[in-house]
């Protein structure tokens, strides 16, 4: 059940099925070769993920997060990920330094060319690698969660034109300074970068 459940989500986030989209129980069956408990108890799950919604007699259907609850959400993200950041600080070990820049030159390198999409995936890689560096799972599950309900907003503004300028020194800072083991400039960074989200979703709110 646990791999229909993870393949499932894994799909939701990528963006296979559209918000509102309604998730038919013979189309997964045979998509993912499982029987309709399992589906359904996998649905279960992800509707206690904020990424389903289980309408009583219509079935299950893909749920809309609105740019003000992801607001709300970044909100949390910024107080978790600021003290994530500084755990990370603290912990980081010297080889694990090195694999940290060597990220960031590839999110500058990813911002020089242009290459978006790709900007957008080390953006999420960046943030996970922080998470295992802080060894802290409760943060981990926290965040994890939140990060499925507001992936498909990051994924928007990372395509904004002129976004990627400004989140990259956002991000290079956060590198350094959890590679200079700062634990306090470290949170500061992180809890900055993620107002400058908080600023940018309001845009789209305000527009």
């Given amino acids: 059940m646990s791999d229909v459940y993870t393949r499932l989500r894994e799909a939701l986030l990528r963006g296979e099925y559209a918000p509102h989209q309604?998730?038919?129980?013979?189309?997964?069956?045979?998509?993912?070769?499982?029987?309709?408990?399992?589906?359904?108890?996998?649905?279960?799950?992800?509707?206690?993920?904020?990424?389903?919604?289980?309408?009583?007699?219509?079935?299950?259907?893909?749920?809309e997060i609105s740019v003000a609850e992801a607001i709300e959400i970044t909100e949390i993200r910024r107080a978790v990920e600021g003290m994530v950041a500084a755990r990370a600080a603290e912990r980081i070990t010297d080889p694990e330094i090195g694999?940290?820049?060597?990220?960031?030159?590839?999110?500058?390198?990813?911002?020089?060319?242009?290459?978006?999409?790709?900007?957008?995936?080390?953006?999420?890689?960046?943030?996970?690698?922080?998470?295992?560096?802080?060894?802290?799972?409760?943060?981990?599950?926290?965040?994890?969660?939140?990060?499925?309900?507001?992936?498909?907003?990051?994924?928007?503004?990372?395509?904004?034109?002129?976004?990627?300028?400004?989140?990259?020194?956002e991000h290079l800072a956060v590198i350094e300074a959890v590679c200079a083991r700062d634990p306090d400039k470290a949170e500061l960074a992180m809890r900055a970068h993620l107002t400058s989200v908080l600023d940018t979703l309001r845009t789209l709110v305000a527009h």
């Fill in 22 to 63: 309604r998730l038919i129980e013979a189309d997964l069956a045979e998509r993912f070769a499982a029987s309709r408990f399992v589906l359904r108890n996998a649905l279960a799950r992800l509707a206690g993920d904020g990424l389903v919604e289980l309408q009583p007699h219509r079935g299950a259907r893909v749920r």
């Fill in 99 to 169: 694999d940290l820049r060597r990220l960031g030159e590839e999110m500058a390198a990813a911002v020089q060319s242009a290459d978006m999409l790709r900007y957008s995936e080390l953006n999420a890689q960046l943030h996970g690698t922080l998470r295992t560096l802080a060894r802290h799972a409760a943060a981990n599950r926290i965040i994890e969660q939140l990060h499925g309900q507001v992936v498909r907003h990051q994924f928007r503004l990372a395509l904004m034109p002129g976004r990627p300028s400004v989140s990259l020194p």
